[in-house]
């Protein structure tokens, strides 16, 4: 897997992207989607969860892409929970990197106190997910 896909998604964004649409459809050729559909999906989970500050946008572009990744429809129901194992991995090392999972309390929004900025939480969402998938051969 391509080793800049962190500045990949930098680009991503520097062009509009927000932060789940950059780290989700950096993706898109490792996934055999196109980057397009993985925009349309993931825009409303940006700024945390539509603009509410929740989970960061940058670890749920990386959600999705892992769970596109272990889910499988032909196997309805026996794919769940290690979908959520992979996501608890991914959210668990964020958090541990960063104090926060947290959109607004990486951004400082309550308190002036900045965790991480975007760039940082994207390039870290890029790093743990594409860890994941190497370490899982997903």
Do not use: H, W
């Amino acid at each position: 897997m391509d080793k800049d896909l962190d500045l990949k998604a930098l680009e991503l964004q520097s062009r509009g992207f927000n932060c789940a649409q950059a780290v989700a459809a950096v993706f898109a050729p490792y996934v055999n989607l196109e980057e397009s559909l993985l925009y349309k999906l993931s825009e409303a989970l940006g700024r945390g969860m539509g603009s509410y500050g929740e989970i960061c946008g940058a670890i749920s572009g990386g959600l999705l892409i892992l769970s596109y990744l272990s889910s499988d429809y032909n196997e309805i129901g026996n794919t769940k929970e290690y979908t959520y194992t992979l996501a608890q991995s991914l959210i668990t090392q964020f958090k541990n990197k960063n104090k926060s999972s947290i959109c607004r309390d990486l951004k400082g929004l309550d308190n002036n106190i900045v965790l991480r900025s975007c760039e940082g939480c994207i390039i870290d969402a890029v790093n743990l997910t594409k860890s994941i998938i190497e370490k899982e051969r997903l």
